[in-house]
């Protein structure tokens, strides 16, 4: 995409996350019991430029309540923590990925690939969907 564009995968990124914050609107914070965290990468045209999508579901609702773009790193784990301070969390649920203990809670953090299930198929879900037809956008995870 980038040589497309005449650009830099960089810059392709910030257009993507740019557009994402624009279009596609995440529910305001309100109160959720269990958050599941996991985050999930694309390729950006070749297999060693990856885009990571760090995401936070909602189990009671099954929704998406908030995502971030960018590298798989504290930093960018650490941008999606302080924005889901709004919410109301009791519990965070996450695999065993390195940096979850290093910005969770112990007593509010359970780690475990049993208990991000519900994400992991949202995860699926979204790697293998088929582009819209008709000129259709996609809005939303």
């Given at each position: 995409m980038a040589d497309l564009l005449g650009t830099t995968a960089q810059s392709?990124?910030?257009?993507?996350?740019?557009?994402?914050?624009?279009?596609?609107?995440?529910?305001?914070?309100?109160?959720?019991?269990?958050?599941?965290l996991d985050e999930m990468w694309h390729f950006l045209q070749r297999r060693d430029n990856k885009v990571w999508i760090w995401k936070a579901y909602d189990r009671m609702t099954g929704r998406l309540v908030d995502w971030e773009c960018g590298a798989r790193d504290e930093r960018t784990f650490r941008r999606l923590f302080e924005r889901l301070g709004r919410w109301k969390v009791c519990l965070f649920c996450s695999d065993n990925y390195v940096f979850y203990p290093l910005v969770l809670t112990v007593g509010g953090h359970y780690q475990g690939k049993g208990e991000t299930v519900s994400l992991e198929r949202n995860n699926g879900q979204q790697r293998h969907s088929?582009?819209?037809q008709n000129n259709k956008r996609r809005t939303s995870f």
């Open positions: 392709v990124l910030r257009w993507v996350c740019r557009y994402v914050d624009r279009f596609c609107t995440k529910p305001l914070p309100g109160e959720a019991v269990v958050i599941e088929k582009p819209l």
